[in-house]
């Protein structure tokens, strides 16, 4: 109910104030009592007309020394006509309303006259909207006490007194100003006590609210405008609401000092809540999808929620999609399987997977369910005629949100690129406000983001998967023991949020007991880094079989990725970033004790020695594969039995802002620290050099050397002569049953008879013999030639040819290898104990 003029009248101050709010293009957006009473013109013949045709003559405000252009106070004198058509000579008092850019949204017009003038050097008038309801409070200098003068709610009969009637200025879409309307209702339309201020109730009840009077002070110190802002919490369970006061000097027309300060409160929540929910949305950009892990991703929607805008929320995904399976285009079947991924809420209370459903599944009238099957966003409350069936039903979440007072709910699909992945439930308990419809948007924005971090993790993790597979199948899982050394490997994909590399390694055992160790890189990540590293890992074994010298053999794998390079760019294939790898070769010679190596831009190998020095291994670089064109160049390295080498990729020891020698000195201290188990001395290095995610994958290869002795291998040189090839047969008898190997002695006479024969018929002096034993039987016949023998199947009536066949037949295998003064062609058999 409106006060009357008696209950508005406070220590003798006058309460009929006229006073109208301009907008800045001249049209009269408010009429008060006091104006009506002074002009005769009822509110609704003034609103909405221009200020020009109160103006005595009509004219332009500006004519008439309204500036109604600057965003600043003024106070002139005018002529303005009353409704019976006589003059009225008035002091008007001009008062910007500024909006966020400091710029005028408004302006508010006091007039004085006659005696009212004397009054205002005491008087300041504040004005305010809250829809239709105005209040108007005077302020004294004087006395420093706040006053309130009248007021008049929604839908009832202005006071006579006092009240001001309109539009908020600006129009429609401007900030609403509400004003000191919270402070008067009920038993609080008294004025307030010396030393009150109206605002407190405006702000919580804060009487001792010192910032906003820190404002009023500094106004009236500087003469200049401020603008405060109250802010009410974010938490949908907050009943405050949000103010802008905007506050200027008042000053005494006659004198020019400031009298007051006049402040204007707007109920800004409509626009400080949109403002929060765009923040909210803003910072889900950065808040949600930080990793490529689904989980996370939805935890993260949850803690962004709660309790900013829900009280609860629970993220269920399909059970295709936690399973990496790929869900079925369009809307989910409202019975679909689901699981529950992430769940919050603002009291703790934690909630079991089993408040789905014991079958996984919403029941078709609930929310979630309702949302799985349209694909939009179900909005429902108590007003829902669905709502309270669901809530009766018990199951299906419908008992937690019964028990805890649920009574607004939005379920939201996770959808993206026309998938449905999941649904989000957002619920509000007793205490908040119901969600509205400018909710939903909010609520479909965060789920998107979600759904699609929730989608990129997916892919990402079914590709990842996919591509380990392929790589882990590529990779070798064991070698086979070997006479010349000791192994152990570790292979570390990528730490999470990126994809697997191309890293590989290998062992690849070689004639005379000779061993290749391969370490290599491919340039990229993903499939086809991994594809790529599967045709290089299938190439340098081809060539290693070949017995090609270390610096060779990456000449022809240099030549092999520049054709699939080439190949590529000629069936226009996607650039998917693999132009080259890094490889570094060794062979290892358990005889000599000889390790040759040859790097392709690799990183190089560390050694540890038997007397405990660790060291890197100097080599010269050479050019990645795939650049063409450049030599590779072999170093030798003669090392004793027992040494250790590490042969690694570059992840193990490079680290971002960490120069890479670094990373060799700490590999270096890891490797003196070695333990007799190659797989401890592992465990040791990559605790030692690597965090907890790598950022690279990892490939590690340690090789523990060991070494022939002489009772293990017998040699002999041979004369290019006919005649010595019986005596190269007794020779190597006699060597058997020395090493009990009688059993081996016929096949073996036979081999050493057709390879000593064709070396001195087909080949250049010196001539050699050398016998192995290990867990095979190895016979080794060189010569200074480099033409290597063909086999071949005689017919029937051929006298010659047969040799190489039989030897074929009898032996485990044969082949060539070249060497630096011509060829060895040997022959390995199987030893009876085997």
């Known amino acids: 109910m409106a006060t009357s003029p008696t209950e508005t009248r406070h220590s003798g101050w006058s309460t009929d104030v006229p006073t109208a709010i301009i907008s800045v293009g001249g049209m009269v957006t408010g009429w008060s009592e006091g104006a009506r009473q002074l002009l005769g013109y009822d ?27 600057e965003a600043r106070e003024w106070s002139g004198t005018a002529a303005l006509r009353h409704r019976d058509g006589h003059r009225v000579d008035l002091t008007l008092h001009l008062q910007p309303s500024l909006g966020g850019d400091g710029t005028a949204r408004a302006f508010v017009v006091t007039g004085t006259a006659g005696a009212a003038e004397a009054e205002y050097d005491r008087l300041m008038v504040e004005w ?11 302020y004294s200098t004087a006395s420093r006490t706040w006053q309130l003068n009248a007021v008049a709610h929604e839908g009832e009969q202005p006071s006579p007194a006092g009240r001001v009637t309109g539009r908020p200025a600006g129009g429609e879409g401007t900030r609403t100003a509400a004003g000191h309307v919270g402070a008067v209702e009920d038993g609080q339309r008294q004025a307030a006590e010396a030393g009150t201020w109206p605002y407190a109730d405006l702000l919580g009840g804060d009487r001792a609210d010192e910032e906003f009077l820190r404002c009023v002070r500094r106004v009236a110190e500087e003469s200049q405008p401020m603008r405060y802002e109250h802010l009410a919490p974010a938490a949908p369970s907050a009943q405050g609401r949000s103010w802008t006061i905007d506050m200027w000097p008042v000053r005494n027309p006659g004198t020019g000092r400031v009298a007051g300060v006049g402040a204007a409160a707007f109920d800004s929540s409509e626009q400080v809540a949109a403002r929060q929910r765009l923040a909210l949305l803003n910072e889900s950009g950065t808040r949600i999808g930080t990793t490529l892990n689904v989980t996370r991703t939805v935890r993260e929607l949850a803690s962004l929620a709660v309790p900013r805008f829900a009280d609860s929320v629970s993220v269920d995904l399909l059970d295709s999609v936690t399973r990496g399976k790929e869900p079925s285009p369009g809307p989910a079947d409202a019975a679909v399987a689901l699981r529950r991924v992430a769940h919050r809420s603002a009291d703790g209370v934690p909630e079991a997977d089993t408040e789905i459903g014991e079958d996984g599944t919403y029941p078709p009238l609930s929310p979630p369910a309702r949302a799985l099957a349209s694909g939009r966003t179900v909005l429902c409350g108590a007003e ?4 309270p069936r669901w809530a009766a039903a018990g199951t299906g979440g419908s008992a937690r949100a019964a028990e805890r ?73 064991h070698f086979p023991k070997q006479a010349a050394v000791e192994v152990a490997h570790r292979y570390l994909p990528i730490g999470g949020g990126a994809e697997v590399g191309g890293d590989w390694f290998d062992v690849v055992p070689l004639s005379g007991t000779r061993v290749a160790l391969v370490v290599g890189d491919v340039v990229g990540h993903g499939i086809h880094a991994s594809a790529a590293m599967g045709r290089l890992r299938t190439a340098v ?51 000599s004790r000889i390790c040759t190596l040859a790097s392709a831009g690799h990183v190089p190998p560390t050694v540890l020695l038997p007397d405990g020095t660790a060291r890197v291994v100097r080599l010269a670089p050479g050019p990645l594969l795939g650049v063409g064109g450049l030599p590779f160049e072999s170093t030798e390295l003669e090392l004793p039995e027992g040494s250790l080498l590490s042969f690694y990729t570059d992840g193990l020891i490079e680290a971002r802002g960490q120069d890479l020698g670094v990373g060799l000195e700490r590999l270096r201290g890891a490797l003196a620290s070695a333990v007799p188990s190659l797989d401890g001395t592992c465990d040791i290095i990559l605790r030692a050099l690597l965090p907890e995610s790598p950022a690279d994958d990892v490939a590690l290869l340690l090789v523990r050397t060991r070494a022939l002795h002489t009772d293990q291998v017998a040699a002999w040189s041979l004369p290019s002569d006919p005649a010595i090839v019986a005596d190269a047969r007794a020779q190597a008898s006699r060597q058997l049953a020395i090493w009990g ?67 074929t037949q009898l032996t485990q295998g044969w082949g060539t290898r070249q060497t630096p003064t011509g060829k060895t062609i040997w022959a390995e058999q199987r030893l009876p104990a085997d």
């Open 384 to 387: 829902d005629p669905d709502f």
């Open 541 to 591: 074994r081809t060539l290693a079989g070949v017995d090609l010298p270390p610096d060779e053999l990456l000449t022809h794998l240099d030549e092999l990725v520049t054709h699939l390079t080439s190949d590529s760019y000629v069936r226009n294939e996607p650039d998917t970033g693999e132009v080259g790898a890094t490889c570094l070769y060794a062979v290892y010679d358990p005889v």
């Open 741 to 807: 190997l009688d059993d081996a002695a016929s096949v073996t006479e036979l081999v050493v008879s057709e390879l000593v024969t064709n070396a001195i018929r087909y080949g250049d002096a010196p001539i050699g013999l050398r016998l192995i034993r290990d867990r095979t039987l190895i016979c080794e016949v060189s010569d200074a030639s480099s033409t290597s023998p063909h086999l071949r199947h005689a017919r029937t009536y051929d006298e010659g040819g047969r040799g190489l066949d039989m030897v």
């Open 43 to 69: 509110a609704p013949e003034v609103v909405g007309h221009p200020v020009s045709d109160l103006l005595i003559n009509r004219e332009s405000p500006e004519a008439a020394g309204l500036r109604l252009i």
């Open 128 to 138: 305010a909207f809250a829809q239709s309801s105005v209040a108007l409070s005077t």
């Open 405 to 477: 007072g649920f009574h607004s709910i939005m379920a939201t699909p996770l959808r993206a690129r026309g998938l449905t992945l999941g649904v989000a439930v957002f619920a509000r308990a007793e205490g908040s406000k119901p969600y509205e419809q400018d909710d939903l948007i909010l609520a479909e924005g965060l789920a998107s983001r979600a759904a699609g971090s929730v989608d990129n993790a997916r892919r990402f993790s079914r590709e990842r998967a996919n591509a380990l597979t392929l790589q882990r199948a590529l990779l070798p899982r």
